[in-house]
């Protein structure tokens, strides 16, 4: 197995190539060094020489791609797509446009990051089995059907809508728990306790739709039938078998998004105001901090990557008949 | 006073998958399997009652995309045979169908079915000296003249001649909808029987929810006849416009966002996917690669480089453009194609699937053996095969799309800041929640439109899924 | 369903654990104390003095850093008064030949003034590990290798602070700042116009960091034209005259910063650690800045070295009468802490303000726009539940403008190089400045909270003129003691006049399109473009918003591509000077790269911008500026958009607050009544429990059917009936 995440690994390297590729196109079609030195040279009283000065400064002043004023190899390496993008692949992340080390700051805010994203990741995971376990085991009757539809209803509503009415609701109108904000420590509950709730909420329609037919797929097969004409109870049958088989796909469908989980939540965490890496990378994309943006992307893939490694592993370990080779 | 048509590129884009959706319609009338699952579709009471809505929302969208732009008068003193100017300002057949909400501005905030602004303001009086007023609506109820105290009974009594007109119309619809079913009726049982069945629900296709819900929506729209023109039903926004205007204005938008989107990554999905499946080897590992990559960068980030890229395209070719409609036109469908490409990954995994067990199915090997070029192949035998995966992918993803579209709105990656849409009308509206006191009207509009058109496509995509899935019929 | 109950339960127990208000967003310890609270919204790029540059950074930097001068926190017009300087400075001229002139001279004859500052003595910095000393007197924290650094992740980490007294050569270290090659000051290129020494510093100080680099060391070098004259003395020597040059003294750029703390930040692995000057301010001010979190929190601590300074005792009339001259002598700062916390979004901003837990609304904040109403003749109006609560609402006008430019390149509203052309195109701007009703934008967009502008020059600021002397001729008149604005008809006829009659080019026919380029924040938005458009369909010409972002839109300026375009200004310091040069041919945006982004040129305009620059207040100066506006306003290069109103949201109990965007430094003069707070929050914050019980019930409801019908299908798959 060893050489085999050996070669994963491996494999992943020219997908990160690509990745980087691509963001770097994208990212230097939009903003040139001139952009990015203004943004960040503020409005008032720029000169044309403090912008050079910056560029200078900042390394924007090479070529893209191939600098033919450089001597051997520094034709490849002078370039700003070398010193920006590949740099990356030692977790050289360098500096954002405010000056700030951007790996010390991912490394500060994936804390209430995961704060905010783990207890959603496995209170959401754990309603919504539960709620699509009940609507199995009231298959085919009203409650099913009651049922079904309160998913589709809730998943046909806008997670801006549950954010803003949420906070409406319980902070303004109920003064439940505070409006936003975030704290280190134990005293997070108190901030966290809405927005989990309310992210729970929003994904419980669609997820327990999901896994209600996983289960009923389960429980149409033929061991559940010898299980029953074995005589076991229906409660029996449902959590004892059908709950066991039925979380195999359930779970590995999940361990891909668990590395993602690091990312933070966009829309969340900016309405709540934690100090996690969404609300970074929402700040980046509207400051067009790019350095910070092109790290979130890299980030992003690995994680992703990582998920698709961890996703081939869990198919070993809970299906012995999967090797990995 | 003559007009120049304009054609839009979703515009286009939209009539050539109303096209598509026709000759759809025309194939599986030939085609038995297809009319079987199709009837499938039909027999289930939620198919229909959704269906009914969702071609009522289709047909907004529809008048929405004839755009024209109108002739100015004739100037003064101008030349008899001057060439004929067109305004700059791109118009729809909506638009002027909503001539009457469109052109009634208000001068800023009045709640739904006002006749009075919502903040009170300092007004002169004709006699001298200031009163703080709130001041009369200009077009909100505005037939009422002084009379503001009857607008409940004037409203109630529009209501119910609305509704009872709705009713009149709707029995004349079922009247007919029983007349054709009962000569349907091989054995000839009559009227009488017909009725009958179509009371309990016994007939073949769910035509009882679908009556019912087109009750609904007569309801709805004569009601909208019947009083929009007279109140703001939705209320106004800031610079006074109604809302309900807005929202029906929205409607395309979600539309074009929700089908082009799937309709422009189509070709690529469905030729990589075939082709990776089928081809093997090399070409199946370059095209994993691409999706790989694409999938591996987080989605809102893609979208938000590229969404800037293409804005800076855009900004530097004016000259493209010749009104402001054709710019944010541009940007729309520019939303689309980056949606699509974030997006065309999973379609393009499934049907890499199914293809790779369908090359070696028998008749599939047979074909092969006896010699068949492999584009026939894919085009005669794996590609008829992968429609229906293709169709529930179409059908699944518009709900996802409305929605996204409204949160890229939010973060400011989305349409048009001047394009009408649930994303703008929610971004403007989250300002208005925190007034005091609180304007609410425009993002309820928003949620109702929203949710109704959501909802609707999510139990119709679960219905043709059902029918259309081999594993779940 | 079952499992989730004992989950409410521990919700509930450990919601009320938290005392009689729930959502009280700061720790429990905090409760009670002399803190206030308020938010930001934008992080703070720099903190850097010579580099901040941005309203939002002022909100911290003026606290910490104590410049020579500070504006008086209540006198209006602005009033200069010394801050950490003894007295105003001397400034003596002289002329050519090395002869002081008299105070009467012209400016022309000036060839150097000399500003000479004398400081207060026996002021201390703030406590800082930079300034730590050993008991030998060498630096604690001087020479530090990387396993000292090893832990240290905040300034807190090192243990041990010193602090020294403030001195001269601290303000001309910071001068030489300026020139500093990495750190891009913005008002290097401005500075050393007058002070020639610095570009010369900037040239060799470049050369030094293309060699190294590691730390530049400022220290060896001097600059001519700054000297110390003694411990508590400096000297500054202009090319020529700049009157404004003491405004400048009153802002950050030239604060005292200490040699010290550039050797302290400038050692290897410090910058790794975010352990820069940028982010960690060393001042003498009556804050410092405990906590730099700029994603979540920042927070602001009473200098214990702080000198103390007494509340002003004079004031402008009615400030007696407002309660602000009761604390008249008491010593400053008054408030403990501050804490600043990230609100990124409006909506928990607001409300958490009118839960009480924030006590003001932020300076440069634009998230309670919604909730000032103010009605077009200028009163205020708050909710009355607002006014129930005790917010009070206090406005100024600030010294800013905002207004849409017409591009003069621009053939169209430009006209080109024939005379003719031109004076149509005049016509064609002043027609469109009567169009287009900015009283109605104000009310409808900012909710009133603006003044029509008539010129360039804010209302406060010497030169702009009242009632009917100050309205634009071209585009208001004055009738029964108002400005009215000139109807559509006189727009109408002006565009004839231009050659537009009704919209259409008088010879092709076509209509007239006119373009403004905006950035969507700006004007872009739906509504605005709408209303926008509204404004010129009467007169048939077709008005198309173009909304790029902001970079292409800076694009568009800079090569003159725009017809129109909206932008604003806002004054660095309260003197004519600083917006009328908006508008100075030297100053055009296309040719000389300056701030003249309309590109307008006008030859006696500049002649007597140039003669009024170094005038002295006064009739004199009030003549040539009333004829540079009367120029400003036939030539209509701008429709002169609005002048914002500041305006500030505050509970019943934040006291001595007053208005003002120039001041700066406003937070030792403020109070807080911590009792009056705590009563409040206490009775707005009441939690609402019924909804839980709702919920715990709604679930039993929910549950009690579910589980018949368990026990039914239990008992039927037992028997053998199951599906």
Request: charged share 20%; aromatic share 10%.
């Given at each position: ?174 003064a439940?728990?505070p ?147 | ?473 | ?17 938290c005392g009689p208000v729930w959502n009280d967003p700061y720790p429990a310890s905090e409760q009670g104390r002399n803190i206030m609270y308020s ?260 927070v602001l601590a009473r ?8 509340f ?10 407002a309660g602000l001259?009761a604390d008249?002598?008491k010593t400053m700062p008054f408030i403990d802490k501050v804490v600043?916390t ?10 958490k303000f009118l839960q009480g837990y924030y006590d003001a609304s ?24 607002m006014r129930d609560q005790g917010i009070q609402?206090l ?253 500030s949201l505050q509970h019943g109990w934040v006291l001595n607050r ?9 937070l030792k003069y403020q109070r807080i009544d911590i009792e009056r707070r705590d009563a409040a929050r206490g009775q707005w914050n009441r939690p ?36």
């Open positions: 197995m060893f050489a085999y995440v050996l070669r994963r690994l491996l494999y992943a390297l020219p997908i990160l190539i690509g990745v980087n590729l691509v963001t770097f196109a994208l990212f230097f079609v939009v903003n040139s060094p001139d952009d990015m030195a203004r943004m960040q040279l503020g409005v008032k009283r720029v000169t044309p020489e403090a912008i050079e000065r910056w560029k200078v400064e900042r390394g924007y002043d090479r070529p893209l791609f191939f600098n033919a004023a450089a001597q051997g190899s520094g034709q490849v390496t002078e370039t700003i797509f070398f010193q920006k993008s590949l740099r990356m692949f030692t977790f050289d992340f360098g500096r954002a446009d405010d000056g700030r080390d951007i790996a010390q700051e991912m490394r500060d805010r994936m804390g209430p990051s995961l704060a905010l994203a783990l207890p959603t990741f496995i209170l959401g995971l754990f309603t919504s089995v539960t709620f699509a376990l009940i609507l199995v085991f009231f298959r085919a009757s009203y409650l099913d059907f009651w049922g079904v539809v309160l998913c589709v209803a809730m998943m046909s509503i806008s997670s801006l809508f549950y954010i803003i009415g949420g906070q409406w609701l319980v902070s303004k109108l109920w439940l728990v409006i936003s904000g975030y704290a280190p420590g134990l005293d997070a509950a108190r901030f966290l306790v809405l927005p989990v709730a309310i992210s729970v909420i929003a994904g419980v329609g669609s997820n327990a739709r999901w896994y209600r037919t996983i289960f009923l797929e389960e429980i149409s097969r033929d061991y559940v039938r010898t299980a029953r004409a074995k005589g076991l109870s229906e409660r029996v049958v449902l959590f004892r078998h059908v709950l066991k088989n039925a979380m195999i796909p359930i779970l590995t469908g999940v361990v891909v998004v668990i590395p993602l989980l690091f990312m933070g939540s966009l829309l969340v965490e900016s309405f709540f105001g934690i100090p996690g890496l969404g609300s970074y990378t929402i700040d980046a994309i509207n400051a067009q901090d790019f350095a910070v943006v092109r790290a979130m992307v890299f980030i992003g893939s690995v994680l992703y990557i990582v998920g698709l490694i961890l996703t081939d592993i869990s198919y070993t370990l809970v299906d012995p008949r999967v090797r990995l080779e | 006073m003559g007009f120049l048509p304009v054609l839009l590129w979703t515009d286009v884009l939209f009539f050539l998958l109303l096209a598509i959706g026709a000759a759809t319609i025309v194939h599986v009338r030939r085609e038995a399997p297809l009319r079987a699952a199709w009837r499938r579709v039909g027999s289930r009471p939620s198919g229909m009652a959704s269906a009914v809505i969702l071609l009522a929302f289709l047909a907004v969208g529809i008048i929405d995309s004839f755009h024209f732009r109108p002739q100015l008068p004739v100037a003064n003193g101008a030349a008899e045979n001057a060439p004929a100017a067109y305004s700059s300002e791109v118009l729809s057949a909506l638009d002027v169908l909503l001539a009457p909400l469109r052109t009634r501005v208000e001068k800023t905030y009045s709640a739904p079915f006002a006749t009075e602004l919502y903040a009170r303001e300092t007004v002169e009086l004709p006699g001298g000296g200031q009163a703080r007023i709130y001041p009369r609506l200009a077009w909100g109820g505005s037939h009422l003249g002084e009379a503001t105290g009857e607008r409940d009974a004037d409203v109630a009594r529009r209501i119910a001649t609305g509704v009872a007109g709705a009713m009149e119309a709707w029995l004349a619809v079922v009247a007919i909808l029983v007349v054709i079913l009962a000569r349907r009726r091989r054995r000839g049982s009559g009227m009488l029987e017909a009725a009958r069945a179509l009371w309990r629900g016994e007939t073949h296709l769910a035509w009882r929810a679908a009556l019912v819900t087109f009750a609904c929506v007569l309801v709805v729209t004569i009601l909208a006849i019947k009083l929009a023109p007279h109140y703001h039903v939705f209320g106004t926004d800031k610079v006074g416009q109604d809302v309900f205007y807005l929202s029906l204005k929205s409607v395309r938008t979600a539309l074009i966002i929700g089908t082009l989107t799937t309709l422009v990554m189509l070709p690529f999905a469905v030729a990589l996917g075939i082709m990776a499946g089928y081809l093997g080897g090399w070409v199946d590992d370059v095209i994993q690669y691409v999706y790989t990559v694409l999938n591996a960068i987080p989605g809102v980030l893609l979208i938000a480089a590229a969404v800037l890229m293409m804005q800076v395209v855009i900004d530097t070719h004016p000259q493209w453009f010749s009104t402001a409609a054709e710019r944010a036109d541009a940007r729309l469908l520019a939303l689309c194609l980056i949606l699509g490409i974030t997006s065309w990954t999973g379609l393009c995994r499934l049907l890499r699937g199914e293809t790779l067990k369908l090359r070696e199915l028998e008749y599939v090997q047979a074909a092969r053996a006896f010699g068949v070029g492999t584009s026939a192949i894919l085009r005669r035998h794996v590609l008829p095969n992968v429609m229906h995966i293709v169709l529930i992918a179409l059908v699944m993803d518009f709900s996802g799309l409305v929605l996204a579209e409204a949160v890229l709105s939010y973060v400011g990656i989305g349409v048009d800041p001047t394009t009408i849409s649930f994303g703008t009308m929610i971004n403007m509206a989250r300002a208005e929640l925190a007034r005091e006191p609180m304007v609410w009207w425009s993002l309820m509009a928003a949620f109702a439109f929203m949710f109704v058109l959501v909802l609707s496509a999510n139990l119709f995509a679960d219905v043709v899924r059902d029918a259309f899935d081999p594993r779940r019929s | 369903m079952l499992r989730r109950f004992p989950l409410l339960l521990v919700f509930c127990t450990f919601l009320a654990a938010a930001f919204t934008d992080r703070p790029k720099h903190l850097d003095p010579v580099q901040s540059y941005s309203e939002d950074e002022a909100t911290f930097l003026y606290q910490i850093y104590e410049p020579p001068l500070q504006y008086h926190y209540l006198k209006r017009p602005y009033t200069l008064v010394p801050g950490s300087a003894a007295a105003m400075p001397v400034v003596r001229r002289y002329d050519e030949g090395g002869r002081e002139l008299p105070v009467s001279a012209p400016a022309s004859q000036v060839a150097m003034s000399v500003y000479e500052i004398r400081i207060r003595p026996g002021i201390l910095y703030q406590p800082h590990p930079a300034l730590a000393r050993r008991a030998d007197g060498t630096l604690r924290y001087a020479a530090l290798s990387a396993a000292d650094l090893e832990d240290v992740r905040v300034l807190a980490d090192f243990a041990e602070t010193g602090t020294r007294e403030l001195e001269a050569g601290d303000f001309v270290h910071q001068i030489k700042r300026l020139a500093h090659p990495r750190l891009h000051s913005p008002i290097f290129e401005l500075i050393a116009e007058y002070l020639p020494g610095l570009k010369t510093l900037q040239k060799a100080l470049a050369a030094e960091a293309a060699r190294t680099s590691g730390a530049l060391d400022l220290e060896r070098h001097t600059v001519p034209g700054i000297e110390i004259v003694d411990r508590h003395t400096y000297r500054i020597t202009l090319k020529g005259a700049y009157p404004q040059f003491l405004y400048w003294l009153s802002m950050p750029f030239f604060a005292p910063v200490p040699p010290e703390a550039d050797r302290f930040f400038g050692q290897p692995g410090m910058a790794e650690r975010n352990l820069t000057l940028d982010w960690w301010p060393i001042g003498t001010g009556p804050y410092m800045l405990s906590e730099n979190n700029p994603n979540a929190r920042m200098n214990p070295n702080f000198r103390g300074e007494g002003p005792c004079e004031g402008e009339p009615g400030d007696r009468e001259l008249c002598g600043f990230r609100e990124r979004e409006g909506i928990p901003y607001w409300n932020g300076v440069s904040s634009d998230n309670f726009d919604q909730a000032v109403t103010m009605t077009s003749q200028g009163e205020v109006s708050l909710s009355d539940d609402l406005t100024s006008v600030s010294p800013s403008i905002f207004y849409l430019g017409f591009n003069m390149l621009d053939s169209v509203v430009g006209g080109g190089p024939d005379a003719e052309a031109q004076a149509r195109a005049r016509k064609l701007r002043q027609a469109i400045s009567v169009a287009l009703d900015m009283d109605e934008f104000v009310s409808i967009f900012l909710n009133g909270r603006g003044v029509t502008a008539m010129h360039p020059i804010p209302p406060g600021i010497f030169g702009a003129r009242e009632g009917e002397a100050g309205i634009n001729p071209v585009v208001y008149e004055w009738r029964d003691g108002h400005a009215v604005r000139r109807s559509k008809d006189v727009a109408r006829r002006l565009l004839a006049e231009a050659g537009y009659p009704d919209g259409r080019d008088a010879r092709t026919g076509e209509p007239l399109i006119l373009n403004l380029d905006t950035t969507p924040g700006g004007l872009g938005d739906k509504a605005r473009s709408d209303w926008l458009a509204k404004q010129f369909r009467e007169l048939g010409v077709q008005f198309v918003v173009r909304a790029t972002d902001y970079n292409r839109f800076q694009d568009k300026i800079r090569e003159g591509n725009a017809q129109l375009f909206f932008f604003g200004w806002n004054a660095d310091y309260p003197d004519p000077e600083n917006m009328l040069f908006l508008l100075h041919g030297a100053q055009a945006k296309v040719k000389e790269s300056g701030q003249n982004a309309a590109n307008y040129v006008n030859a006696e305009y500049d002649r007597l911008f140039e003669k009024m620059k170094s005038m002295p207040d006064g009739a004199e100066r009030q003549a040539v500026i009333d004829r540079m506006v009367a120029i400003l306003q036939q030539d209509a290069p701008w429709i002169f958009g609005f002048h914002p109103k500041a305006y007053k208005t003002g965007s120039m001041v700066r430094n406003t609402i429990v019924w909804p839980l019980m709702l919920l715990a019930a709604l679930a039993a409801a929910a549950i009690a059917p579910a589980f018949v019908h368990y026990r039914r299908r239990e008992r039927a798959t037992a028997l053998g009936g199951g599906r």
